[in-house]
């Protein structure tokens, strides 16, 4: 499904104990294949969130506005090579992704606050103008850091991806999640968190795999969970 040349897809969280990942991964295993990247289908994220002076992504999330959208960029093993300029849109029970890879010069650019170079002509109708507009209007600056492991499996059939996040932390003393000051504060809060993601239908023998263990679905939010663990440690404001 398309909405304004964004593919929607269904997403679907649920925060699982330690004893149902397990269960879990040994379930998708079996039926799915593991993803591409990384090893067995596993690889850190680590990304740095962006929010308005308004707060505009977080206030969103915390009301469950059904429009909302918030930006982050993001790498992988933490590595600085592989930096991905993302916007996640959510418009009512279907998301959408737009992104795009940048430069790390672009990348520190971008955490001073300076959209400058996104106003050349090679950046029309990217991403990245989008957010050059935003942060003319209200300032887009690093909120908070969000670093965690997935384990992600993948299905050709109705384009389905399950993933399981675990490990949260949240990075401390610095806004560039490679500096050498910046310090991971671990989230226990949340243990992990399955999502489901699916174009148009979800097959039943993979539904059927998620029956039997408890689950039960909620909105947690990475971004918020790791923003509200230093906001509680009064290391931002």
């Known amino acids: 499904m398309k909405y304004k040349e964004r593919t929607l897809r269904h997403e679907y969280k649920f925060p699982v104990t330690a004893a149902q990942c397990e269960i879990l991964s040994q379930r998708f295993s079996a039926v799915m294949k593991p993803d591409a990247h990384g090893k067995d289908g596993r690889y850190r994220i680590t990304s740095v969130y962006l929010d308005d002076v308004y707060r505009s992504a ?3 999330k915390l009301i469950g506005a059904d429009t909302r959208k918030k930006y ?4 992988y093993d933490l590595s600085p090579e592989l930096l991905h300029f993302e916007c996640k849109y959510k418009d009512r029970d279907m998301t959408s992704k737009r992104g795009m890879w ?3 010069e672009q990348y520190l650019s971008i955490l001073a ?3 400058s170079f996104a106003w050349d002509s090679a950046f029309a109708g990217t991403i990245l103008e989008d957010a050059s507009y ?3 209007l209200a300032l887009l600056k690093p909120s908070v850091i969000v670093d965690y492991n ?7 059939e109705g384009n389905v991806r399950f993933t399981i ?3 949260f932390k949240a990075g401390a003393f610095s806004d560039d999640m490679f500096s050498p000051t910046v310090r991971f504060i671990p989230v226990e809060e949340v243990t992990a968190v399955v999502e489901i993601k699916y174009d148009d239908y979800l097959p039943s023998y993979l539904s059927e795999l998620l029956g039997g263990v408890g689950l039960r679905q909620d909105s947690v939010s990475k971004f918020l969970i790791c923003r509200d663990k230093l906001s509680s440690l009064n290391m931002i404001t």
Do not use: K, L, V
């Open 58 to 60: 977080y206030n969103d």
């Open 113 to 115: 606050g300076d959209f």
């Open 72 to 75: 982050r960029i993001r790498t």
């Open 150 to 156: 997935r384990q992600a499996f993948i299905n050709p």
């Open 134 to 136: 935003s942060n003319s």
């Open 165 to 167: 996040d675990s490990g």
């Open 102 to 104: 940048i430069t790390t």
